[in-house]
């Protein structure tokens, strides 16, 4: 019989680092750039974040604590997703540094502000991909019994979307040729991946294409 580790979060794991989100992943790294009312820039990545709804496109990411991001994105209503590349991991782990209120992100990793085309926040110009979104909602998340989180989760529809031309084929967008980062457990566990990796698999009376 297989042995299972057990334990209830409410009461601490016991292991040397949670392994709720590194069982939860590897997960897509929400790299979002916002401005504040003053329009100046941020760039921080979040590593709880995917997309929740094809039509309209809503994407989301979730911050531990009221950071510059969430105020940012609450007073503007807009924001930018930047895909996370292997070639950029390092620049976005240094957009992660805690700096002082109005230091701008893209200066101290390197990064070029391309203006967004539908909103004010600006792309990263390096990454290949980029959602322009605007802000559809936005809670305080709270505990079973009701009790309110020092967590925020942000919501925002997708009005317009980059893509580096060279990561079409036939029109169909290629994955793995991106290279995307995904974050994983423990203290800085990430993870890339490539077309060995892949596999399809098609729903129940699905047609399959041709």
Sequence with gaps: MTRRYYYEPAKGHGLPHD???AIIGPRPIGWISSVDPLGRNNLAPYSFFNCFNYRPPIIGFSSNGWKD??????ATGHFVWNLTTRDLAEKMNETSAALPHGEDEFIRAGLTPLPGTRVPSPLVAESPVNFECRLSQHLQLTSAAGEPVDTWLVLGEVVAVHIDESLLENGIYQT??????????GAGAYYSIDESQRFDLLRPGARRPG
């Design 19 to 21: 392994p709720l989100n």
């Design 69 to 74: 991001s969430v105020s940012n994105i609450i």
């Design 176 to 185: 793995a040729k991106a290279r995307p980062v995904l974050r994983a457990g």
